[in-house]
C-alpha cells in the first residue's frame, strides 16, 4: 500500500473512533442516568464531556494531520445523536447545535496541541 492510502485508511479509523465514541458517550450516559438528553445530567459534564474531549487528543495523537476535526467530529456526532433520538422536539434545536459548537473547542484545542506536540512543535 502506499503511503495515501495508508493515510486515507487512519483517518477513516480516526473518524469511526470519533463518531463511534461520541455516540457511546452520549447514549451511555442517557440511559444510565435515565436522562432523555445525556446534557441534562451530571455525570455528563463530570464524565462523559471530558471523556469526549479526552479521546479527541487520543485519536489527534495517533491521526495528527487536521487534528481539530477529531474533536468537532466527536462533539458533533453527539448533537446528531440527540437529534435522533429528541422525539422530534426540535424548538431549541438551534441553540443546541450552537452549544455543541461551543462545547467542540475544548477538544479541537486538545487535539492540536496533542497532534503538534506528536509531530513536533516546528513542523507542526
Not at 50 to 56: G, H, Q, T, V
Not at 84 to 105: E, I, K
Request: charged fraction near 15%; charge should be positive; aromatic fraction near 12%.
Amino acid at each position: 500500500m502506499d503511503q495515501a492510502a495508508d493515510d486515507r485508511s487512519l483517518e477513516r479509523k480516526a473518524y469511526l473512533v470519533c463518531l463511534s465514541g461520541g455516540t457511546l458517550l452520549w447514549l451511555l450516559t442517557a440511559a444510565l442516568t435515565g436522562r432523555s438528553e445525556a446534557w441534562d445530567s451530571p455525570y455528563y459534564w463530570s464524565l462523559a464531556y471530558p471523556l469526549s474531549i479526552l479521546l479527541a487528543g487520543v485519536v489527534a495523537y495517533h491521526a495528527p494531520r487536521r487534528a481539530w476535526r477529531w474533536g468537532l467530529a466527536v462533539m458533533l456526532v453527539q448533537a446528531l445523536v440527540m437529534v435522533l433520538t429528541s422525539g422530534g422536539s426540535f424548538g431549541l434545536l438551534p441553540l443546541g447545535l450552537l452549544l455543541f459548537g461551543v462545547l467542540s473547542l475544548p477538544a479541537m484545542a486538545l487535539a492540536v496541541l496533542v497532534a503538534k506536540w506528536r509531530t513536533g512543535w516546528a513542523r507542526g
